[in-house]
């Protein structure tokens, strides 16, 4: 069924919001993006585009205005304060415009309860202000994204070494999950009204520890891979470098989170893809769709 909904993507010029805005348009949907102006160059053919800022409150309201729904994803932060700050102008932005629906997609596992680690307490506050808005809501929350193994950090080691380094335990299962089928599911949440009111746990087709991780590789690309637990303390100083400070000290919070309190998210053996009716990518196939 085709849709004519118009939709406002937030953060539709990121890695994991361009799969969603492409999704919406193959599934008739009209697309509108905001960002920051210098942010909106090679946004795809037919997405109408309005500059903006989060802090900006008037700015989201223009750029709300004959909008049916959004999609939200917040850009990476610490700082709770500005994070509820961003949130509460979105949603007095839809409410002001008359939105039927928020699909907000957390971008990560996020718990119930906040855990001290900011990276994902941002989210939870996010959360609970979606949740008190007037406004029906959708939240989808993925696991670790595939798109990881093809950042910076990651790829070279695969291409270079035959080596996946990342840093979660060997053992521990991790339910990958692609940007595009997150995409699917945000899709499907904006078609299917039934979804209002919903948390919706997102993962891949199947938990894979690090070696078996890195026997899929070897099976689609040949040869021998071998998986190695990246320490946190050299996680957070390579990250640190590259990005600035306190970028890789938070996100190495948020793996350590991961791999302790919160390994139970990244193996999510039951999710909620039934009910949404998706079929997630193999991590072979997945694989064998990059250009490594």
Not at 46 to 74: C, F, K, M
Not at 78 to 86: L, S
Not at 128 to 155: C, F
Not at 218 to 229: D, K, Q, S, T, W
């Amino acid at each position: 069924m085709r849709n004519n909904g118009r939709v406002l993507v937030y953060g539709g010029t990121g890695q994991q919001g361009r799969p969603i805005v492409e999704r919406l348009q193959a599934d008739g949907f009209s697309v509108r993006v905001m960002s920051r102006q210098d942010k909106l160059d090679g946004v795809a053919n037919g997405v109408e585009t309005v500059a903006g800022s989060l802090d900006d409150v008037e700015s989201l309201i223009r750029a709300t205005t004959g909008i049916r729904y959004i999609v939200l994803l917040l850009p990476l932060a610490f700082d709770i304060e500005a994070a509820a700050d961003w949130t509460r102008n979105v949603v007095k932005a839809a409410e002001r415009a008359g939105v039927e629906r928020i699909v907000f997609d957390t971008s990560a596992p996020v718990p119930d309860t906040r855990t001290g680690v900011a990276a994902i307490d941002v989210k939870i506050v996010a959360e609970d202000i979606i949740r008190a808005a007037s406004i029906p809501w959708t939240i989808l929350r993925p696991t670790i994204y595939l798109g990881n193994l093809t950042a910076p950090w990651s790829a070279p080691g695969i291409v270079g070494n035959r080596v996946i380094a990342y840093p979660v335990d060997s053992g521990l299962g991790v339910s990958w999950v692609s940007w595009e089928d997150v995409a699917v599911a945000v899709s499907r949440a904006l078609s299917d009204p039934a979804f209002a009111g919903q948390a919706l746990n997102i993962g891949g087709d199947r938990a894979l520890t690090g070696p078996e991780l890195a026997a899929a590789f070897g099976n689609v690309l040949g040869g021998a891979f071998a998986y190695a637990p990246m320490p946190l303390e050299g996680f957070e100083a390579g990250l640190n470098q590259a990005l600035g400070e306190p970028v890789g000290t938070e996100i190495a919070r948020l793996y350590g989170w991961l791999g302790g309190e919160g390994r139970s998210h990244l193996a999510r053996k039951t999710n909620d893809n039934a009910k949404l009716g998706l079929k997630p990518i193999t991590v072979e196939s997945w694989i064998a769709a990059q250009t490594w």
